[in-house]
């Protein structure tokens, strides 16, 4: 029978150990087995790493400086319940083993112990890492829908020289490292509902600081059209609608809802207006305008970038607002960091524009008693 040090086991390893010789022996055994494996030296930033990257296992010494090995068990046992640690130790205590089985330690290895031993138990970790995938996807997204926050980038209006709205962005300090990792997380547990509704009682409880005079701007993934709470009077949201935009994101096909044009309308007798987010860049194109028939259309960054070195870019948005203004929508430009792209937009006529050149995302409505932006 074949040894298990040349059976490829997929799996990515943190390896945790003071001793740099033992670190890097373990290391290399693991790798050879076909792991993924990283190593660190210092057990005190193995959380950090763990919110960082993806693990399927802690492989850890117990006795080092700083952190011992039950110490940091119980630390990971504070991130995540699931995470499969092994741990090594050359002079075992029963006082440790209880505590490692207290904290659910998958295993106690004693060292020195034969390479086999260390590559079986390792992939028994992996294993068990496998069969808990849909539980812990589960919970990285409770973890993010408990941090989840929102910050709010300005839209100024060169015409009127001022913030006349504001996008709120989803931010989370736990679970998901950005928002795009947030939206999987929702899509892989079947989840979406519950992360629309959670982002939108959270904008709708940030509203109190929003300047009476400027729009709100909230994003909307095509599946929330089909959750009742978001065309519901009685939610937080819905009563402040008349002062706020729904921006219908082009990364999923609006072809699926069922009765859309029923919801559009009902969106609308709440007060609510409607944006197409991302235009240029997303799935359904122009078909998305012609089906929402949207207030504003907000055209997507890969147009603004290059756009002062490149006339065919120009003619494009230059296309795009002549298309806008015809169907009566207000076009806004996001994605502006620099003065050259500000004044070639302004030149083509966009009054609305969104970015970093103006304002970054912030915690609620920070730029809310500055009446002037970068808008001249």
Same mark, same amino acid.
């Given at each position: 029978?074949?040894?298990? @040090?040349?059976?490829?086991?997929p799996?990515?390893? +943190?390896?945790?150990?003071?001793?740099?010789?033992?670190l890097?022996?373990?290391?290399?055994?693991?790798?050879?087995?076909?792991?993924?494996?990283?190593? @660190?030296?210092?057990?005190?930033? /193995?959380?950090? &790493?763990?919110?960082?990257?993806?693990? #399927?296992?802690?492989?850890?010494?117990?006795? !080092?400086?700083?952190?011992d090995?039950?110490?940091?068990?119980?630390?990971?046992?504070?991130?995540?319940?699931?995470?499969?640690?092994?741990? !090594?130790?050359?002079?075992?205590?029963?006082?440790t083993?209880? *505590?490692?089985?207290?904290?659910?330690?998958?295993? !106690?290895?004693?060292?020195?112990?034969?390479? %086999?031993?260390?590559?079986? /138990?390792?992939? *028994?970790?992996?294993?068990?890492?496998?069969?808990?995938?849909?539980?812990?996807?589960?919970?990285?997204? #409770?973890?993010?829908?408990?941090?989840?926050?929102?910050?709010?980038?300005?839209?100024?209006?060169?015409?009127?020289?001022?913030?006349?709205?504001?996008?709120?962005l989803?931010?989370?300090?736990?679970?998901a490292?950005?928002?795009?990792?947030?939206?999987?997380?929702?899509?892989?547990?079947?989840? +979406?509902?519950?992360?629309?509704?959670?982002?939108?009682?959270?904008?709708?409880?940030?509203?109190?600081?929003?300047?009476?005079?400027?729009l709100?701007?909230?994003?909307?993934?095509?599946?929330?059209?089909? %959750?009742?709470h978001?065309?519901?009077?009685?939610?937080?949201?819905?009563?402040?609608?008349?002062?706020? /935009?729904?921006?219908?994101?082009? &990364?999923?096909?609006?072809?699926?809802?069922?009765?859309? *044009?029923?919801?559009?309308?009902? +969106? &609308?007798?709440?007060?609510?207006?409607?944006?197409?987010?991302?235009?240029?860049?997303?799935?359904?194109? @122009?078909?998305?305008?012609?089906?929402?028939?949207?207030?504003? /259309?907000?055209?997507?960054?890969?147009?603004?970038?290059?756009?002062?070195?490149?006339?065919?870019?120009?003619?494009?948005?230059?296309?795009?607002?002549?298309?806008?203004?015809? +169907?009566?929508?207000?076009?806004?430009?996001?994605?502006?960091?620099?003065?050259?792209?500000?004044?070639?937009?302004?030149?083509?006529?966009?009054?609305w524009?969104?970015?970093?050149y103006?304002?970054?995302?912030?915690?609620?409505?920070?730029?809310?008693?500055?009446?002037?932006?970068?808008?001249?």
């Open positions: 029978m074949s040894s298990p @040090l040349f059976t490829t086991c799996g990515t390893i +943190l390896v945790v150990d003071d001793d740099d010789l033992f890097r022996v373990c290391t290399a055994v693991l790798k050879r087995a076909g792991f993924t494996v990283e190593g @660190l030296g210092d057990p005190r930033h /193995v959380v950090d &790493r763990l919110k960082n990257g993806r693990f #399927d296992a802690v492989v850890s010494d117990v006795r !080092m400086p700083n952190v090995g039950v110490e940091l068990l119980k630390a990971i046992r504070a991130f995540d319940v699931a995470m499969p640690v092994v741990l !090594m130790s050359g002079h075992p205590t029963v006082e083993a209880m *505590q490692a089985l207290e904290h659910r330690a998958l295993r !106690m290895l004693q060292k020195p112990f034969e390479v %086999d031993v260390l590559v079986d /138990v390792v992939t *028994q970790a992996v294993r068990s890492r496998s069969s808990n995938a849909p539980a812990l996807l589960h919970q990285k997204l #409770d973890r993010a829908l408990a941090t989840l926050h929102m910050a709010y980038q300005p839209i100024v209006g060169t015409n009127e020289r001022r913030t006349v709205a504001w996008e709120a989803v931010r989370c300090r736990e679970g490292k950005d928002p795009m990792e947030l939206l999987k997380l929702a899509e892989e547990t079947s989840r +979406l509902h519950e992360l629309g509704r959670k982002i939108r009682d959270t904008v709708a409880r940030d509203a109190v600081h929003l300047p009476d005079d400027a709100l701007f909230v994003n909307a993934h095509p599946a929330d059209l089909d %959750d009742p978001l065309i519901s009077p009685d939610a937080p949201l819905s009563r402040i609608a008349r002062r706020c /935009v729904l921006e219908i994101t082009e &990364r999923a096909s609006l072809e699926e809802i069922d009765a859309l *044009q029923s919801k559009l309308f009902s +969106l &609308r007798s709440l007060g609510f207006r409607l944006a197409v987010d991302d235009l240029g860049a997303g799935y359904a194109g @122009l078909s998305t305008f012609a089906a929402v028939e949207p207030d504003f /259309v907000k055209l997507d960054g890969s147009l603004v970038r290059g756009l002062p070195k490149s006339g065919k870019q120009q003619l494009v948005v230059a296309s795009m607002l002549e298309l806008a203004r015809e +169907l009566g929508a207000q076009v806004i430009a996001e994605a502006i960091e620099t003065e050259a792209e500000r004044e070639v937009l302004s030149v083509l006529g966009i009054e524009m969104q970015g970093y103006f304002g970054r995302p912030a915690p609620p409505f920070q730029y809310a008693n500055e009446s002037l932006l970068k808008a001249a």
